[in-house]
Structures are given as structure tokens and as C-alpha cells.
């Protein structure tokens, strides 16, 4: 018996999505390279606080939101909240967490440290050193989106760090996207999608030293454009996929 065609495509779709109820959890490694003598000075960073915005149920995958009710969570369970599984058909259904002992927070502070230290400056616990930062963070997501022949994960980061100095205050905006593509929604896919991320993250903290008063101000072109990167993958992954869809149908033609 032959099974109609959009059979095989809800079995072929479903062994990707695989098992996605309860809560999967993973770590997320912060690199650590390129890492030059310490001669910039030194930065204290005072705090580093959550302040994602959840939602109950979102439209949208990319906005955080649990298995449950947002508002009978604790801050600090939140702070461990870093994605959203998905059944065949895009429904958002168990939780991606970072493991115990593990936080948002934490995971942002070894993001910013890495991007001070691979810049020559030295990470210190004194809190009257010269030059101190507060860190925001507002995005720290995973998600994943069900294709014809494989899904696709992607990760999103967005920071506000304000850094006092002598000369005063200075604020700046620094994001981070990564996009993975994988058959099966396992751990190491996801993953796959937070690494671009940190990297990318990491190398727009690099251009805001001016913005931030770090060293001698750097040329902005390409913290201009960072924020955009993300819509820019974005179009080139859509475009991808209706390259896709076009084969499929004059295939099936």
C-alpha cells in the first residue's frame, strides 16, 4: 500500500523534531582564545541581571515563554530558561535549560570577560578598580523552526552594558546571532546555534570599545551593521528555503 505523499513528509518531519516534551538541558562552553599579555588595565564587572521578557504562549518562537505560567516561575529558575522545544507542526512544548548550577547570567558574564580579555584587559574582583561594568542582558534565546528536508536553530543575544569610568558613563547595545541547520532536534544542534552566537557576540563587543570609553575609539562600520545581522541571515535562510520549496514542486510535478 502506497502512502500519499504528505504522510511521508508528517513521518519524515517528525522523526526530526524527535522527543520534545519534558525538559532538555545542555551545556553552552564559553571559548576561550586569542587571549593577548593583559596590558589595557583592569575592569571590574559589579553586576550582571536578567532582564528578558517572557510571555505566556507568544506567537512568535524567538520571544522566551515555558511550558506553563511565566508569572509562577522564580528569577532565579528564569535565569536557567534559555529555548523552547517544538513538536512537528511548530507547537512550543518542553523547556531548554541550562544545567544546574548554570544561569543566563553567568553564561553573559564569561561572554563579556572573553571579549575584555581577548582585548587586553584584565578582569578584576576589586570593586574600586578604574573602570567598572553593569551588564543587562535582554536576550539570551534558542529556537527552532521545522523544514521539508531539516530544521533550523537559531540563537539570539542583546546586552545593554553601561561602563563608568573618570571621564563618566558610557552605554552600549552589543547582540549576537547563530544559525544552525540539523535533521534532529538533539542537543548538539542546538548548541551548534548558540557557538556562532557567543562568537559573533563577542566580536561586536570588540567594536564598541569607543562607544564604551575602552582604549582608543575604533571606526563604527561594523557596529553599524551588527544588529543587522541577524535579519540579514535571516532573508539568506528564507531564500534558501524557497529555492527548496521550487525544487520540490517541479519534482512532484
Not at 32 to 42: N, V
Not at 80 to 109: E, H, Y
Request: aromatic fraction near 8%; charge should be neutral.
Amino acid at each position: 500500500m502506497k502512502l500519499p505523499l504528505v504522510a511521508l513528509i508528517g513521518a519524515a518531519i517528525a522523526l526530526q523534531t524527535g522527543c520534545v516534551v519534558g525538559r532538555r538541558s545542555f551545556e553552552l562552553p564559553v571559548q576561550s582564545h586569542d587571549i593577548p599579555a593583559a596590558t589595557q588595565g583592569k575592569v571590574y564587572i559589579a553586576a550582571v541581571t536578567d532582564d528578558r521578557e517572557f510571555q505566556n504562549k507568544p506567537s512568535d518562537p524567538s520571544v522566551p515563554s515555558i511550558d506553563g505560567d511565566v508569572m509562577k516561575i522564580s528569577a532565579q529558575e528564569k535565569d536557567q530558561m534559555i529555548g523552547r522545544q517544538r513538536n512537528t507542526w511548530g507547537r512550543a512544548m518542553g523547556d531548554i535549560a541550562l544545567p544546574a548550577g548554570d544561569t543566563v547570567t553567568k553564561r553573559m558574564r564569561l561572554l563579556v570577560e572573553q571579549g575584555l580579555m581577548r582585548k587586553g584587559y584584565e578582569i578584576s574582583g576589586d570593586p574600586g578598580a578604574s573602570r567598572s561594568l553593569t551588564i543587562s542582558v535582554t536576550e539570551f534565546w534558542a529556537w527552532t523552526t521545522p523544514g521539508f528536508w531539516a530544521l533550523t536553530f537559531e540563537a539570539k543575544l542583546s546586552c545593554s552594558i553601561v561602563e563608568t569610568d573618570a571621564s563618566g558613563v558610557h552605554t552600549a547595545i552589543v547582540k549576537g546571532y547563530g544559525l544552525n541547520h540539523g535533521q534532529f532536534a538533539k542537543d548538539a544542534n542546538w548548541q551548534q546555534a548558540y557557538e556562532p552566537a557567543f562568537e559573533d557576540f563577542i566580536a561586536n563587543f570588540g567594536t564598541q570599545w569607543g562607544t564604551l570609553g575602552l582604549g582608543n575609539k575604533e571606526p563604527e562600520s561594523r557596529s553599524v551593521v551588527q544588529g543587522d545581522l541577524y535579519e540579514r541571515l535571516k532573508k539568506l535562510d528564507e531564500l534558501k528555503k524557497d529555492g527548496s520549496r521550487d525544487h520540490a514542486n517541479s519534482w512532484n510535478k
